[in-house]
C-alpha cells in the first residue's frame, strides 16, 4: 500500500511545481521564463526520485508504467493501480491550483496558434 502513497504523492508533487510553476510565470508575466520552468520540472524529478525511488519505483507517470511494464520491468498486476494513484495525484494537484489561482482561463495550456486541423497536422509530423 506504502508503493501506491508514494506513486499518488509523487505524481502531486511533480503536477503542483511543475504546473504551478507554469502557471505562477503567467500570471507574473513571464518571471519564471521558460527556463525556470524546465529547472522546476527537472529538479522536481530529480527530487521525486531521491524520495520514493526505493518505495515505488518513482513512475510518477502512466507513460513511465506503462513503458515499464511493455519492457517486462514492471509486473502487469500493478500497472492500473498505479495509473490510478498518479491520476488521483494529478487530479489533486491541478485542483489545488485552481483553488489556489481561481480567476485564470487557461492555466498554462498550450493553445494552438492556427486552425485546428493545422494544429493536429503538425503535432502529428512533429
Keep these: 500500500m506504502q508503493k501506491y502513497y ?11 511545481s511543475g504546473a504551478g510553476a507554469i502557471v505562477t510565470n503567467q500570471v507574473s508575466n513571464g518571471t519564471v521564463t521558460h527556463v525556470g ?16 525511488g526505493e518505495i515505488s519505483g518513482a513512475h510518477i ?9 511493455v519492457s517486462g520491468r514492471f509486473p502487469g498486476k500493478f500497472v492500473l493501480p ?14 489545488l491550483l485552481k483553488v489556489i489561482f481561481p480567476g485564470l ?22
Aim: proline share 3%; with cysteine; aromatic share 12%.
Design 61 to 69: 507517470n502512466p507513460a513511465v508504467t506503462i513503458a515499464f511494464w
Design 105 to 126: 482561463n487557461n492555466y498554462g495550456m498550450t493553445l494552438p496558434a492556427g486552425s485546428d486541423m493545422q494544429s493536429l497536422i503538425l503535432e502529428g509530423v512533429l
Design 37 to 52: 520552468i524546465a529547472l522546476v520540472f527537472g529538479l522536481v524529478v530529480t527530487a521525486v526520485i531521491y524520495a520514493i
Design 6 to 16: 508514494a506513486e499518488i504523492f509523487g505524481t502531486f508533487i511533480l503536477l503542483f
Design 82 to 95: 498505479y495509473i490510478v494513484c498518479q491520476v488521483i495525484g494529478a487530479l489533486a494537484a491541478c485542483l
